[in-house]
């Protein structure tokens, strides 16, 4: 299987985990179901919940029932682009090629409906069937990963904070490796737990998406600089319009692909444990480094 094929085929295994826990739009109150599968299903890459998948597959053939971990990681995602996209955030009117979600159902719908999905996601973790140890163990992850200290939201409020600052590299370092880092490594982190690995696996996949989780960032600056908004699905330049600290802003184009170039063979140093039951993680650095989108 190619790696599309194997993109694919892992996507089409999430979004049925996820058509299996979110309500159907005409579950009551109709407006808040709508919402949440607007942006959910919107077409997302499903980076993080296939990096889930491939950890777990890297770690053990026995992985029945990963898919409503990994879909949690979905869920937090995108509730996390529908308060970016807010007014009082990042006031974005495009996110995966269509209107953003407050766009379409107002600011008041938006608002619950990211809160919706962030509580569903905690909900399928506790109905999830893995042994308790493990689940706790994952709960704990993400739920730190998307948290205040070291985590998506301390990421964010050093982002709404450091606009308009000059340009320096440890804000920067401190910015993204909470903002997108966080989650991109505990995707890693569930994958394993969930898969029973062993300290030294943990420790390599943590190792792992902690340098994919900076290479993603790197391209995802650079992407804002060289692309269109069609491209992009969400508003190209806007980084530079708002101010943003971001490693164009801080090291320049040419050697921002440099150090996400870096960060690619790192992440592939970091699987050596692995051996060939790592070749999908490596691939999906590659991926990630190489992509346009």
């Not at 985990?17 to 579950?27: F, G």
């Not at 077409?43 to 026995?62: F, M």
């Not at 009117?93 to 107002?106: A, E, S």
């Not at 709404?160 to 370092?173: D, K, S, T």
């Amino acid at each position: 299987m190619t790696l599309g094929e194997y993109v694919t085929h892992q996507q089409h295994r999430i979004d049925a985990a996820l058509e299996r826990w979110v309500p159907s739009e005409s579950t009551m109150p109709e407006s808040i179901h709508k919402a949440m599968r607007y942006s959910l299903f919107a077409g997302g890459k499903r980076i993080r919940p296939i990096l889930c998948l491939a950890a777990a597959e890297a770690v053990s053939d026995a992985t029945a029932g990963i898919e409503s971990a990994a879909c949690t990681l979905e869920l937090v995602h995108t509730y996390s682009l529908i308060h970016d996209d807010l007014p009082a955030l990042d006031n974005d009117d495009l996110r995966r090629g269509l209107p953003t979600c407050h766009k379409v159902f107002g600011d008041a719908i938006a608002i619950l409906a990211g809160d919706a999905l962030l509580t569903l996601a905690f909900q399928v973790l506790a109905q999830m069937d893995c042994p308790a140890e493990r689940k706790v163990a994952i709960i704990e992850d993400l739920s730190t990963s998307a948290g205040t200290v070291g985590g998506m939201i301390g990421g964010q409020v050093c982002d709404i904070e450091g606009e308009g600052q000059p340009p320096n590299a440890a804000l920067l370092e401190t910015i993204h490796r909470a903002k997108t880092g966080a989650l991109l490594r505990a995707s890693l982190r569930m994958g394993g737990i969930y898969a029973g690995a062993d300290r030294e696996q943990l420790d390599a996949l943590s190792c792992y998406g902690e340098h994919v989780g900076l290479a993603f960032q790197i391209v995802d600056d650079v992407l804002d600089v060289e692309q269109s908004s069609e491209a992009l699905g969400k508003t190209a330049g806007k980084d530079a319009q708002q101010h943003k600290i971001t490693f164009p802003a801080v090291y320049g184009l040419e050697r921002s692909r440099v150090m996400a170039e870096e960060q690619r063979k790192a992440a592939h140093s970091a699987l050596r444990p692995f051996h060939g039951r790592g070749e999908r993680l490596r691939e999906l650095a590659d991926f990630i480094v190489q992509r346009r989108a």
